[in-house]
């Protein structure tokens, strides 16, 4: 019963092209300098300096030869583009970055064909290092052997002798296969990492839950046993005192007075207790939606919920905590928001969950599995579920649930 929901996409989730880029070279949370200078970011900058130093005629730099300069310019064209994509931050949006990181190929060859270095094909190193993260396997390795197999045409040209260029491109190639199996795999590890840890808040948000449920159900068990049980039992004592006062030979007696005060006492500490305990009945979900708000790398979660509601049928709870689960993971999955906002009240006998975020809202929304099941589980409790978009930017998800008591 307590099963999480997940809203399917069209492309893979290892692919910028579905939204969801692994921080692996190029991480796109934290400040932009954290972003900018990371180890695999520095080793970059690194590489491109060196291949620079050794490719750079500076005496046809001076001399002014257009086709050094316009080798110089390819190259610091391909820092440009490294940097904007290092730097930009998945708030901003990140449907540009596999196009940029394209250019970035195609401006290898052009520094390659102007300065003919031989060198600066090791920059497809660094190509190869970010795209097998941001576009799909087959049309990954397609346009790599399409650079390749132009630098080698390039490599040809001025060898005459296909021997010796293929001596040369096979290291190349070799270190571009490294790069991309590592970048793979440390991407998937960093993408089941994420995995785990939404699936790890789902666990406790639902553990929270049942805890509550539990709670509930034993503070409801303890007032009634204390009001129909000790209650009970009181008033039949507080009858037969009634009864003993009534006998003149005790109506005088300082003990039968005490006992008929100190049961009275007793038994509205008891209605006291029964009635604060009956207060508390329902289900508080401050605590399991405070587990769903896990941290999140680069997105910050708040948590909203009016002081003193509690929700009093187990169902409808379950329905509103995987509601806000859903649209969570969507959110952060699909919209790549870096800030979320969950708020719960009663408005007039109605339970509202409302679900906000700053991400991206999709032109049009395509009901997936998730989608689908959020809104068969609040339309089976009576409700109505709304997706609206909040222009600039963000898309709210609004659920409606009357109340009803348990």
Same mark, same amino acid.
């Given at each position: 019963?307590?099963?999480?929901?997940?809203?399917?996409?069209?492309?893979?989730?290892?692919?910028?092209?579905?939204?969801?880029?692994?921080?692996?070279?190029?991480?796109?949370?934290?400040?932009?300098?954290?972003?900018?200078?990371?180890?695999?970011?520095?080793?970059?900058?690194?590489?491109?300096?060196?291949?620079?130093?050794?490719?750079?005629?500076?005496?046809?730099?001076?001399?002014?030869?257009?086709?050094?300069? =316009?080798? *110089?310019?390819?190259?610091? &064209? #391909?820092? @440009? /583009?490294?940097?904007?994509? $290092?730097?930009?931050?998945?708030? %901003?949006?990140?449907?540009?970055?596999?196009?940029?990181?394209?250019?970035?190929?195609?401006?290898?060859?052009?520094?390659?064909?102007?300065?003919?270095?031989?060198?600066?094909?090791?920059?497809?190193?660094?190509?190869?290092?970010?795209?097998?993260?941001?576009?799909?396997?087959?049309?990954?390795?397609?346009?790599?052997?399409?650079?390749?197999?132009?630098?080698?045409?390039?490599?040809?040209?001025?060898?005459?002798?296909?021997?010796?260029?293929?001596?040369?491109? =096979?290291? *190349?190639?070799?270190?571009? &296969? #490294?790069? @991309? /199996?590592?970048?793979?795999? $440390?991407?998937?590890?960093?993408? %089941?990492?994420?995995?785990?840890?939404?699936?790890?808040?789902?666990?406790?948000?639902?553990?929270?839950?049942?805890?509550?449920?539990?709670?509930?159900?034993?503070?409801?068990?303890?007032?009634?046993?204390?009001?129909?049980?000790?209650?009970?039992?009181?008033?039949?004592?507080?009858?037969?005192?009634?009864?003993?006062?009534?006998?003149?030979?005790?109506?005088?007696?300082?003990?039968?007075?005490?006992?008929?005060?100190?049961?009275?006492?007793?038994?509205?500490?008891?209605?006291?207790?029964?009635?604060?305990?009956?207060?508390?009945?329902?289900?508080?979900?401050?605590?399991?939606?405070?587990?769903?708000?896990?941290?999140?790398?680069?997105?910050?979660?708040?948590?909203?919920?009016?002081?003193?509601?509690?929700?009093?049928?187990?169902?409808?709870?379950?329905?509103?905590?995987?509601?806000?689960?859903?649209?969570?993971?969507?959110?952060?999955?699909?919209?790549?928001?870096?800030?979320?906002?969950?708020?719960?009240?009663?408005?007039?006998?109605?339970?509202?969950?409302?679900?906000?975020?700053?991400?991206?809202?999709?032109?049009?929304?395509?009901?997936?599995?998730?989608?689908?099941?959020?809104?068969?589980?609040?339309?089976?409790?009576?409700?109505?579920?709304?997706?609206?978009?909040?222009?600039?930017?963000?898309?709210?998800?609004?659920?409606?649930?009357?109340?009803?008591?348990?």
């Amino acid at each position: 019963m307590l099963s999480a929901m997940n809203d399917p996409v069209t492309a893979s989730d290892t692919t910028a092209l579905d939204g969801h880029v692994p921080s692996l070279l190029q991480p796109h949370h934290g400040s932009c300098a954290q972003r900018l200078f990371t180890p695999l970011n520095i080793a970059a900058y690194v590489t491109w300096l060196a291949v620079c130093l050794a490719v750079i005629d500076f005496a046809e730099l001076r001399a002014g030869d257009p086709r050094e300069w =316009l080798g *110089v310019t390819a190259l610091l &064209a #391909f820092l @440009a /583009l490294f940097v904007a994509c $290092a730097a930009r931050a998945v708030s %901003a949006g990140m449907q540009r970055v596999p196009w940029l990181v394209a250019a970035e190929g195609l401006l290898v060859l052009l520094a390659e064909w102007s300065l003919r270095g031989g060198q600066t094909a090791v920059l497809l190193i660094i190509v190869a290092g970010q795209m097998v993260l941001l576009w799909p396997m087959r049309a990954f390795v397609a346009y790599m052997l399409a650079l390749n197999v132009a630098i080698g045409a390039m490599w040809f040209e001025r060898a005459g002798s296909l021997p010796p260029v293929l001596l040369s491109l =096979l290291p *190349v190639l070799g270190f571009q &296969a #490294f790069a @991309a /199996l590592t970048g793979h795999y $440390a991407g998937s590890r960093e993408l %089941a990492r994420e995995h785990l840890a939404r699936v790890n808040a789902e666990l406790l948000a639902t553990r929270r839950l049942l805890e509550e449920s539990a709670r509930s159900g034993e503070r409801l068990k303890l007032s009634r046993e204390l009001h129909d049980v000790a209650g009970h039992s009181l008033t039949a004592l507080k009858l037969n005192l009634a009864r003993l006062a009534r006998d003149p030979a005790l109506a005088e007696r300082e003990e039968v007075r005490m006992s008929a005060t100190l049961a009275d006492e007793l038994l509205g500490q008891i209605r006291q207790v029964v009635s604060t305990l009956r207060a508390h009945d329902g289900l508080d979900l401050r605590a399991a939606l405070e587990a769903l708000a896990h941290p999140v790398a680069g997105t910050r979660i708040e948590v909203d919920v009016e002081d003193g509601l509690r929700v009093d049928d187990l169902d409808q709870a379950e329905a509103l905590l995987r509601c806000a689960q859903e649209a969570i993971t969507n959110a952060l999955r699909h919209g790549r928001a870096s800030r979320i906002v969950v708020r719960l009240d009663r408005n007039r006998g109605v339970l509202e969950l409302a679900v906000a975020n700053d991400g991206i809202a999709p032109a049009k929304i395509d009901a997936g599995n998730g989608l689908t099941g959020m809104r068969e589980r609040i339309a089976a409790l009576g409700g109505t579920l709304e997706l609206v978009p909040t222009p600039p930017r963000g898309l709210r998800v609004l659920a409606r649930l009357p109340e009803r008591t348990a």
